[in-house]
């Protein structure tokens, strides 16, 4: 077809015998990885995926293998139970919508080509020239692609920021306690960091899920966790990258009841935020649970957030995006495991379901 919008827009019948001839004039070996007669509608997304990063001329030679790790990425996450019939309508409608899905896979241009991965518009993009480091040495150069590959597409999923009104309402309702305390934004810079601290949670958890499903794809074991140093900070992690904000998400997770018991792993804390994210409003139920009519709970939640933000803005800062902090990064480290592990006993004592209201409240 010529106008890639219409292939994008057409009947999936017209497509498919499309798909077809185009496959017989340029990769005649070309097959799926995975039998989708079951699911044809992931078929149908990969197929319109593929036909359309074509017309880029500089990924033509590496584009099956670039779809079959897109492809590897959705099967694994049904094959995990992490995707389900419950969630995956939505993932393919988020992957399928025509302003911000991602309808083109493409390498970095060169002028990013120290970037991992990035998503822009509707384009997912990949380094062309990764290669191995230290922390993932069990993955070659060609599987770190694929956990970037995976990572990108997990943002578009997972996709924690995308409801603003319910953090600003948040920010909102915080802000009646901050007076009440003498508190200003200027004191705090508290509705930028904030933000910044979901912008954490979710950076923690699409790294996450990218890591769980790139190991069990490939049929090789994770890294256990092991000591690093980070922004100066002696940190706990087993991610390839973003390791500092790992423990940080982890100690919040293990506050939510419906995220973890006594005796979870740090694996199931991350892996049920993550179905928790894909199945409801992760934002919503996170201040629901800490909204229990107690001003110091919820007190906490924000001072969690903020300093989570304090993390994610320095991570960024260290690598030239955004101006560097004059904060201590090992005490904000300290104060959420603090914090958290202060409000745990709500965990293992459980406590009944308030519905967050949107406005204002003391």
């Not at 990769?27 to 078929?43: A, H, M, Q």
């Not at 293990?254 to 979870?264: G, I, M």
């Not at 320095?314 to 030239?320: D, E, P, T």
């Amino acid at each position: 077809m010529e106008n890639d919008n219409l292939f994008w827009t057409a009947e999936s019948s017209v497509i498919k015998i499309s798909f077809s001839d185009f496959i017989n004039n340029y990769y005649p070996n070309f097959k799926f990885k995975y039998n989708w007669d079951v699911l044809p509608e992931i078929e149908d997304y990969l197929i319109r995926l593929m036909y359309s990063s074509f017309l880029n001329n500089s990924i033509k030679l590496q584009l099956p293998e670039l779809i079959h790790d897109i492809e590897s990425f959705l099967a694994s996450g049904l094959l995990t139970g992490i995707f389900d019939s419950y969630n995956l309508p939505k993932i393919l409608q988020l992957l399928k919508d025509k302003n911000s899905g991602f309808r083109l896979i493409e390498f970095l241009p060169k002028e990013l080509s120290g970037v991992f991965g990035n998503s822009i518009g509707n384009k997912i993009q990949i380094n062309q020239n990764m290669t191995r480091h230290s922390n993932s040495p069990n993955l070659t150069a060609q599987e770190i692609r694929r956990l970037y590959i995976f990572h990108e597409m997990g943002h578009k999923i997972l996709n924690i920021l995308s409801n603003e009104k319910i953090i600003n309402d948040f920010i909102n309702t915080i802000e009646v306690t901050l007076q009440d305390r003498g508190l200003t934004n200027i004191d705090l810079n508290y509705k930028e960091f904030v933000k910044e601290g979901f912008w954490m949670i979710e950076e923690c958890l699409t790294q996450e899920l990218a890591e769980y499903l790139t190991y069990y794809s490939l049929n090789k074991k994770r890294p256990s966790f092991e000591n690093r140093v980070d922004l100066g900070c002696l940190i706990s992690t087993n991610h390839d990258y973003y390791g500092i904000f790992q423990m940080p998400t982890i100690h919040l997770g293990k506050t939510l009841c419906d995220c973890a018991n006594e005796n979870s792993t740090n694996e199931e804390v991350l892996l049920n935020m993550i179905k928790k994210s894909l199945n409801s409003n992760f934002d919503l139920e996170l201040i629901s649970k800490y909204n229990q009519g107690s001003a110091e709970l919820y007190y906490d939640l924000f001072l969690t957030l903020r300093t989570m933000g304090f993390i994610k803005h320095q991570k960024y800062a260290s690598f030239g995006v955004g101006t560097p902090l004059k904060i201590n990064i090992q005490s904000c480290l300290d104060a959420i495991e603090m914090i958290t592990k202060k409000n745990r006993e709500y965990l293992i004592e459980g406590y009944s379901e308030i519905n967050f209201k949107h406005n204002k409240t003391a």
